[in-house]
């Protein structure tokens, strides 16, 4: 069993088919990317892996998408789901409150109190996070007077510390400059031994640098999925070829 199954999967904004029967399995300790041109669901498919879309009034779906064989949508735990699904946004969003308390937020919400285990959740995480050493001194400091690079990795940090076990990413360096990017870019290498991660990217480089399967997007379908260095390589759809080697988008 895969970790996450998406079948014949498709959701609606109103009247609007933005995502069309999708099939997609995703695998374990793996780096799952989604790439295709602007528009064309990525981020809808993302989001609906933790019911972020629940959100959006016109929104409707048909299909299912399995987390270990359970039915996400029947579980009525939305709560539950994103504590074991957590997501990372294309802009930074540390919240307007010192670095230690942005990560502590989500372990003090589940009940966690002691100061000493908060301690060893915070000190954790922003090792997870690859920022431990650059904030260790100073974590009563503002996480909003950090940089973008590191406000990022804080939102990384902060996703780790409720412990999930799929980690969701919306373009997560594209507000960022190539040394953060970097950053970001070993510290998913590592994560991904102890998580699923599924990232949307924008940056074809970046799906061959850190993913394992890429999935390729058009106007709402699943034009291929397949290793990533098969995809690159050896495309077998001309609508992948032709968007991979830059003919569009
Ligand atoms: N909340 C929304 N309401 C209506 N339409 C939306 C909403 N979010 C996205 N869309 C539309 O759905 C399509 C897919 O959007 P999105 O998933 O954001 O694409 P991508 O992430 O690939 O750029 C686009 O045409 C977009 O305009
Ligand atoms: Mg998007």
């Not at 629940?54 to 299909?63: A, I, N, P, T």
């Not at 399995?66 to 919240?95: A, C, H, S, W």
């Not at 412990?163 to 991904?192: M, Y």
Request: charged share 30%.
């Amino acid at each position: 069993m895969s970790k996450i199954e998406i079948k014949n999967f498709n959701s609606y904004y109103g009247e609007f088919h933005a995502i069309k029967d999708i099939n997609m399995n995703i695998e374990k300790n793996e780096v799952t990317a989604f790439i295709g041109p602007s528009g064309c669901g990525k981020s809808t498919l993302l989001k609906s892996l933790n019911r972020m879309n629940d959100l959006v009034l016109s929104f409707k779906k048909d299909g299912n998408i399995y987390l270990d064989g359970k039915e996400i949508f029947d579980e009525t735990d939305v709560y539950d789901l994103r504590k074991k699904v957590g997501m990372v946004f294309q802009k930074p969003n540390p919240f307007p409150m010192s670095i230690y308390d942005n990560i502590a937020y989500g372990p003090r919400t589940h009940g966690i109190k002691d100061k000493r285990t908060l301690d060893e959740i915070v000190e954790k995480s922003l090792k997870q996070g690859a920022i431990w050493n650059e904030v260790k001194d100073n974590l009563k400091k503002s996480a909003l007077a950090l940089s973008g690079g590191q406000q990022q990795r804080i939102c990384i940090a902060r996703a780790m510390a409720v412990e999930p076990e799929v980690i969701l990413l919306d373009e997560p360096t594209s507000a960022l400059d190539p040394i953060s990017t970097a950053k970001i870019e070993d510290l998913l290498e590592i994560i991904k031994k102890e998580y699923t991660i599924v990232m949307v990217t924008h940056n074809m480089q970046q799906a061959t640098r850190v993913s394992d399967k890429t999935g390729f997007f058009l106007l709402g379908e699943l034009v291929e999925f397949d290793t990533t260095e098969k995809l690159f390589s050896f495309p077998t759809d001309k609508r992948t070829e032709d968007y991979i080697t830059g003919r569009f988008g």
